[in-house]
């Protein structure tokens, strides 16, 4: 498990491009180019201004409980951040080595689509319960020593599920600060694959 997770943690340099598009990102910004483990990621809008979304990330109601909607904090020190946040976070912080992007959902979600660059860290791994738990923390870069956690040198993770209704990502912030894990190191994006979708940014489908 420690093995699987350290082969994904490999990330490449970002760079943002402009191009003539009519469906930018940001003013100037067309699209959002990195290499992650030798391999060419691009982030940009779908350009058809005539799209719309099908399937579950159209429903407007879901029962709550479960699905309730989520308040803005996931946990207290922990900053929430929207699209453009998240892929600063992208050039500069998972591509220095400093941070990853955690898709936090069952590896079935992720599978069907994620974001370009995440890494998919089921948000039960980190429970208390969990047998791979302490792998996953060392993975991450924190240190055991007399049954204590040192986070010094563990990554920044900013941590996303399915969208404001779903509770993977908060659950998964909230089980970490719980084992020591600083809230300063932590970033939650509320808006998830549902925002991520509805804005028509790229979508990966892990191979």
Not at 23 to 48: C, F, L
Not at 88 to 102: D, E, M, V, Y
Not at 122 to 143: C, H, K, M, W
């Amino acid at each position: 498990m420690r093995m699987w997770l350290m082969t994904t943690l490999l990330f490449g340099v970002f760079a943002t491009t402009a191009e003539a598009q009519e469906v930018r990102i940001q003013p100037d910004v067309s699209k959002i180019v990195a290499t992650i483990r030798g391999r060419a990621i691009t982030i940009e809008r779908d350009q058809d201004q005539n799209h719309r979304l099908e399937g579950g990330f159209t429903k407007t109601s879901r029962a709550c409980p479960p699905f309730c909607i989520h308040p803005m904090e996931a946990a207290p020190g922990v900053i929430t951040v929207g699209e453009i946040e998240l892929m600063k976070f992208l050039q500069t912080t998972a591509s220095s080595g400093r941070g990853l992007l955690i898709d936090a959902r069952i590896p079935d979600f992720y599978q069907a689509g994620t974001i370009p660059g995440a890494v998919n860290v089921p948000f039960s791994t980190v429970d208390e319960q969990n047998y791979y738990r302490d792998d996953i923390l060392a993975a991450l870069g924190a240190v055991q020593s007399n049954n204590s956690w040192n986070f010094d040198q563990a990554q920044e993770l900013l941590v996303f599920c399915n969208g404001p209704w779903c509770d993977q990502s908060p659950t998964m912030i909230r089980n970490l600060i719980k084992v020591g894990y600083p809230a300063n190191k932590l970033f939650y994006y509320r808006g998830g694959m549902q925002n991520w979708l509805m804005l028509g940014l790229s979508v990966e489908v892990p191979g």
